[in-house]
């Protein structure tokens, strides 16, 4: 009999968010990021929920293929291009857009035999400091891009850094600005945050990820809970012991947990080979019978430990939701010292996945 552990991948709710998207960017066509395979959710099961996306930008070509082979015959994006001479063959078999962010990327593209151009993204480095040209460079290497005849269009692309906090997009943004004043191309700049919170961003094209699963960019569930936005992956286990416990007794591997006066422990078939952060602590959110209760102690390979001193009803079998519908993934990150992104792409293969 398999564990009750399962996860939960609502398909409606993922269409939904694509929707809220829509609304608040009217002007601008869509990517939808679905790399790290579908932010954990699985490309292979979710990508038909955003079919009426303008397009998928990722990064493994391997996902790439998988979705020209399921079917999808709109635009693809790579968001951090190619790695050597080769992938650019089937960059052209596959009809993919790429992008651009180096010089040597660009010298590999107009050294190749191609069966036809292909669509570029330029990326410009406004801070951020990862990929991309600085804006001085801009201008030169994109005459060198028009140049080459395996170039088709060449959109703009930059990413921002502090969209999501009180720095925001001012200053990059008019650099970017700056830099592709004399340029008549079109724009690709709004990740998740800048797509909710700086319309200024959206250009010709915007870029979600995290909120189309129904998490919050920042990491905080209240930030985003007047969007409208939907979670789409619940991840629910049951109980499968209880033990009662007196003062001074310890829970869990290392003893991290020491009970100060009588309690009710409930042992939850979920632990870090799962996908569960093993350095949750003490106190992390659990949703049990209609109520937060927390977790105690260690978390383990298989199993953890929440406490159902004030949840005197609930017994084996009871349906625990570690994250989902009651419980945002952002509340559980948070007391973890992570974010809901690192949460969902860490649900591991072994846990069972029912799609709605």
């Known amino acids: 009999m398999p564990r009750p552990i399962r996860a939960t991948i609502d398909l409606s709710a993922l269409t939904h968010n694509l929707d809220q998207i829509r609304q608040q960017t009217p002007e601008a066509k869509i990517w939808s990021v679905v790399k790290a395979n579908a932010y954990g959710h699985g490309l292979s099961r979710i990508w038909r929920a955003l079919a009426k996306t303008d397009g998928f930008a990722l990064l493994d070509i391997e996902e790439a293929i998988l979705l020209r082979e399921q079917g999808w015959q709109g635009p693809i994006l790579l968001l951090e291009g190619f790695f050597q001479p080769q992938d650019l063959q089937l960059i052209d078999r596959y009809r993919l857009t790429t992008t651009i962010h180096n ?108 909120v189309l699963y129904g998490a919050s960019p920042t990491g905080r569930w209240h930030d985003i809970a007047e969007s409208h936005l939907r979670p789409v992956m619940s991840l629910h286990s049951e109980i499968i012991a209880i033990q009662n416990i007196q003062s ?56 953890l430990a929440i406490d159902l001193t004030a949840l005197p009803e609930v017994q084996v079998g009871e349906s625990v939701e570690l994250w989902g519908q009651n419980l945002p993934v952002d509340d559980v990150a948070q007391s973890a010292g992570t974010i809901g992104y690192e949460l969902l792409c860490a649900v591991a293969p072994r846990v069972p996945v029912t799609v709605l």
Not at 276 to 289: C, N
Request: hydrophobic letters at 40%; one cysteine or more; a neutral charge.
């Open 103 to 210: 010089e040597s990327q660009l010298q590999m593209l107009g050294r190749a035999r191609l069966s036809a151009p292909v669509d570029i993204y330029l990326k410009v480095n406004t801070g951020m400091h990862r990929l991309g040209f600085m804006p001085e460079q801009l201008m030169a290497i994109y005459h060198s891009a028009r140049a080459l005849p395996n170039v088709d269009h060449i959109t703009l692309m930059t990413h921002f850094a502090n969209a999501d906090n009180h720095l925001g997009v001012e200053s990059p943004l008019a650099a970017f600005n700056a830099a592709t004043v004399d340029i008549s191309a079109p724009r690709c700049l709004a990740n998740s945050a800048a797509t909710l919170w700086h319309q200024p961003t959206h250009a010709d094209w915007v870029r979600p990820g995290i």
């Open 248 to 303: 001074g007794d310890s829970v869990g591997y290392g003893s991290r947990y020491q009970a100060v006066q009588p309690q009710r422990i409930g042992i939850v078939a979920c632990g870090y080979a799962d996908g569960y952060p093993r350095h949750a602590p003490s106190g992390t959110p659990v949703w049990v019978s209609g109520q937060r209760t927390q977790l105690l102690g260690t978390v383990s390979m298989d199993m």
